[in-house]
T-cell receptor, first 115, second 118 residues
Framework: AQSVTQLDSHVSVSEGTPVLLRCNYSSSYSPSLFWYVQHPNKGLQLLLKYTSAATLVKGINGFEAEFKKSETSFHLTKPSAHMSDAAEYFCVVSGGNNAGNMLTFGGGTRLMVKP | AAGVIQSPRHLIKEKRETATLKCYPIPRHDTVYWYQQGPGQDPQFLISFYEKMQSDKGSIPDRFSAQQFSDYHSELNMSSLELGDSALYFC?????????????????FGPGTRLTVL
């Protein structure tokens, strides 16, 4: 079985300050991990993915995430928030070949960016 | 680049009616996934198909059925609609061989179909 826990349902930052969105996962197999972003009334856009290569993953729009197996974490960070970053962010796990290919989503974190 | 296409984008139905949602995967993708996202909820996996065969099944109600056709497009059929079926329905596609070879399970999502049941 696999699961994802996003530790904060809401995060509020000021424009220009760092962003940290926390994610812990549980998987019986070597997981693939993803971060998706969803703007209001929009679809899901992939920010970045981890697939057992480099543990520090760089994504689009200045986001990056670090896979830490010992902590079962995959936190998303960005050095400086922009107003356009305000959206819902989902941490997602896939069990890989032996656990089915379906994606399991975390509960989501709503990022608010204050001017 | 071509993306996943879903139709219709918006659909309004009455209770107890039926609805059919369509998904056209990225060209050459052979695997299709359906997800349901209720208001304020995270997406939940419903069902997936590979080469026209069901590959995984999630929390799909018995009132729903789905299939994948020879051109790889998929349809989600929903009967006896209930108010609680109002949601955003996403389709995603991937190439099965890539997933198996690299363990990269990236799925490409369509824009979704917003179903409202009145």
């Amino acid at each position: 079985a696999q699961s994802v826990t996003q530790l904060d349902s809401h995060v509020s930052v000021s424009e220009g300050t760092p962003v940290l969105l926390r994610c812990n996962y549980s998987s019986s197999y070597s997981p693939s991990l993803f971060w998706y972003v969803q703007h209001p009334n929009k679809g899901l856009q992939l920010l970045l993915k981890y697939t057992s290569a480099a543990t520090l993953v760089k994504g689009i729009n200045g986001f990056e995430a670090e896979f830490k197996k010992s902590e079962t974490s995959f936190h998303l960070t960005k050095p400086s928030a922009h107003m356009s970053d305000a959206a819902e962010y989902f941490c997602v796990v896939s069990g890989g070949n032996n656990a089915g290919n379906m994606l399991t989503f975390g509960g989501g974190t709503r990022l608010m960016v204050k001017p | 680049a071509a993306g996943v296409i879903q139709s219709p984008r918006h659909l309004i139905k009455e209770k107890r009616e039926t609805a059919t949602l369509k998904c056209y995967p990225i060209p050459r993708h052979d695997t299709v996934y359906w997800y349901q996202q209720g208001p304020g909820q995270d997406p939940q996996f419903l069902i997936s198909f590979y080469e026209k065969m069901q590959s995984d099944k999630g929390s799909i109600p018995d009132r729903f059925s789905a299939q994948q056709f020879s051109d790889y497009h998929s349809e989600l059929n929903m009967s006896s609609l209930e108010l609680g079926d109002s949601a955003l329905y996403f389709c995603a596609s991937s190439l099965w061989a890539s997933s198996w070879a690299s363990g990269d399970n990236e799925q490409f999502f369509g824009p979704g179909t917003r179903l409202t049941v009145l």
